[in-house]
T-cell receptor, first 113, second 113 residues
Framework: GESVGLHLPTLSVQEGDNSIINCAYS??????FIWYKQESGKGPQFIIDIRSNMDKRQGQRVTVLLNKTVKHLSLQIAATQPGDSAVYFC????????????FGKGTRLSVIA | SAVISQKPSRDICQRGTSLTIQCQVDSQVTMMFWYRQQPGQSLTLIATANQGSEATYESGFVIDKFPISRPNLTFSTLTVSNMSPEDSSIYLCSVEGATDTQYFGPGTRLTVL
């Protein structure tokens, strides 16, 4: 089956800096992508999503970039705060065909105060 | 987004016993999903549970081990049967919102001795 992977398992950033978390996906038919944040002891929390007809989408302090040519997805967090410390997962699926979400391995973001 | 609750939040069980996990949503949803997250790992889909039909299981998961009920549009249960220590995981339910996004419950942390 398809696999979604992440380039780096851990990322440490200084408080106030920008964070970039990367993700590679393998299913060329995927047309919907989601980033989740999971804090210790909690379920994954939706952050932002993007569909394949877009290459960039912005939310509050977060931006998702999609490069379909190289099947790459990134999450940018501006002015990283201690509360951003968590594990971040990307996930993708093909809405056409209704395939289930496939999750990446996760990146642990640690914010250094 | 939907508000999802799970019961129990955690449990410690003996080998060979079974545990039923409940998932309650505050609104009617068509699609509900059950995931497993082993310690330090990503999420793996167990099955999709749609009201009025039998659950659809992913490769590696079978109904005898993980029976699922979906009696109405706001509730589902997952049973982990004849447990072994390898079943120690976090079990998460999720629902699909109106915009294809999946929202997750807080999870049930299961430890099997």
């Amino acid at each position: 089956g398809e696999s979604v992977g992440l380039h780096l398992p851990t990322l440490s950033v200084q408080e106030g800096d920008n964070s970039i978390i990367n993700c590679a996906y393998s299913n060329s038919a995927s047309d919907y992508f989601i980033w989740y944040k999971q804090e210790s002891g909690k379920g994954p929390q939706f952050i932002i999503d993007i569909r394949s007809n877009m290459d960039k989408r912005q939310g509050q302090r977060v931006t998702v970039l999609l490069n379909k040519t190289v099947k790459h997805l990134s999450l940018q967090i501006a002015a990283t705060q201690p509360g951003d410390s968590a594990v971040y997962f990307c996930a993708d699926c093909a809405l056409v065909g209704n395939t289930p979400l496939v999750f990446g391995k996760g990146t642990r973001l640690s914010v250094i105060a | 987004s939907a508000v999802i609750s799970q019961k129990p939040s955690r449990d410690i069980c003996q080998r060979g016993t079974s545990l039923t996990i409940q998932c309650q949503v505050d609104s009617q949803v068509t699609m509900m999903f059950w995931y497993r997250q082993q310690p330090g790992q990503s999420l793996t889909l167990i099955a999709t549970a749609n009201q009025g039909s039998e659950a659809t299981y992913e490769s590696g998961f079978v109904i005898d081990k993980f029976p699922i009920s979906r009696p109405n549009l706001t509730f589902s249960t997952l049973t982990v049967s004849n447990m072994s220590p390898e079943d120690s995981s976090i079990y998460l339910c999720s629902v699909e919102g109106a915009t294809d996004t999946q929202y997750f419950g807080p999870g049930t942390r299961l430890t099997v001795l």
